[in-house]
């Protein structure tokens, strides 16, 4: 039972293809649990052990238009549960131009991996403000996380690799929807805190 309360703990604490806490076999990505949302239900049990990533590749996700910089993008976004714990799982590959944003309810560490994903990303931690703080490749298949260096991330974007670089988007760029911040707009939707 502890065990099993440890790992809905992790589930609060991020993490690409999901929750870096794709419970079953990932690496703690922050010092500090966050209590468990009560609706964080596992979706399947492997080993005794829940899992919330899907089974398959996400399809018809949820797009919000963004800008970054000065240039408006339309990217996928992972709000629930299951869609932050699937993330880029299960697919062959990334567009040079996709991205899929992952929003949680408040800032801290994030750690993302890259279980199930069979393709090199880049990655943007981005700020309660919507500043981008860092920009990191993940490598195919590597079920290591990788930590954001700020516990202020409350943001991710995921992108093909050199998508930043050859956007001329950096660190100190700011993000935002075309309706306000994306605090204001998408924060209040999220289920991981």
């Known amino acids: 039972m502890k065990r099993l309360l440890a790992l809905l703990l992790c589930v609060a604490l991020a993490g690409c293809g999901g929750p870096n ?7 703690a990505s922050s010092a500090t649990p966050a209590p468990a949302p009560s609706n964080a239900a ?3 049990v492997v080993d005794a052990e829940p ?22 993008i339309v990217s996928e976004v992972c709000i629930t549960v299951p869609q932050i714990a699937t993330g880029l799982m299960h697919r062959p590959s990334i567009g040079p131009e996709e991205t899929m944003l992952f929003v949680f309810g408040s800032p801290r ?11 090199d990303i880049d990655v943007a931690y981005i700020d ?6 860092e920009i990191v490749r993940l490598k195919a298949q590597d079920a290591k996380g990788v930590p954001s260096k700020s516990s202020r991330i409350q943001f991710v974007l995921e992108a093909a690799p050199d ?9 100190g760029t700011l993000i935002a929807t075309e309706r306000g911040s994306l605090a204001q707009v998408l924060g209040p939707m999220a289920q991981l805190h």
Request: glycine residues 8%; aromatic residues 14%.
């Open 21 to 27: 806490q794709s419970p079953a076999s990932a690496p």
């Open 42 to 44: 596992p979706i399947g």
């Open 51 to 72: 899992v919330f990533h899907l089974p398959s590749a996400q399809v018809n996700l949820p797009r919000v238009k963004l800008w970054i910089g000065a240039r408006e």
């Open 109 to 119: 560490e994030r750690s993302f991996y890259m279980k199930n994903v069979p393709f």
């Open 128 to 133: 309660a403000e919507g500043v981008i703080q």
């Open 163 to 171: 998508y930043f670089t050859r956007n001329g988007f950096g660190p």
